[in-house]
């Protein structure tokens, strides 16, 4: 089951199938990719969302959070991306239940999905597909 996002493959562009489609791919890998701030490393699923989607600043943005010790305390994170129809977004950090650890309004982004999580746990970036 693909919980990368929330997307209803029949109403999303073929762009958008195609990098759910490849997503879906990524089960998990011993290969690991680490962040320049050296605050997480990511999977090769994170390395290839960034690529694809030209989203290397959304690794950015959570390893730079990652220097928030409120942030920084919790071993799990959801992030999850939700980007709104003027091409602004929100990306707001959770401890996988109802507790927010951070929020990061995004005055603009072309990231061609309208929503994504990913998880950090113990450090590690990645699809929930991946854990």
């Not at 960034?50 to 409120?70: K, Y």
Request: charged share 25%; hydrophobic share 40%; glycine share 4%.
């Amino acid at each position: 089951m693909n919980t990368t996002t929330k997307i209803d493959v029949n109403d999303a562009s073929a762009e958008q199938q195609d990098l759910l489609r490849e997503l879906a791919h990524f089960t998990g890998d011993l290969d690991r990719y680490r962040h320049w701030t050296r605050t997480l490393i990511y999977t090769p699923g994170i390395h290839h969302l960034a690529e694809r989607a030209g989203a290397f600043w959304l690794i950015d943005l959570i390893a730079s959070w990652q220097l928030d010790p409120t942030v920084r305390r919790e071993p799990f994170q959801v992030w999850k991306l939700d980007v709104k129809p003027d091409h602004s977004a929100i990306a707001v950090a959770t401890d996988g239940n109802d507790t927010i650890l951070a929020s990061q309004d995004i005055p603009f982004t072309d990231f061609p999905l309208p929503t994504i999580s990913v998880w950090l746990e113990d450090g590690t970036l990645l699809l929930p597909g991946e854990h």
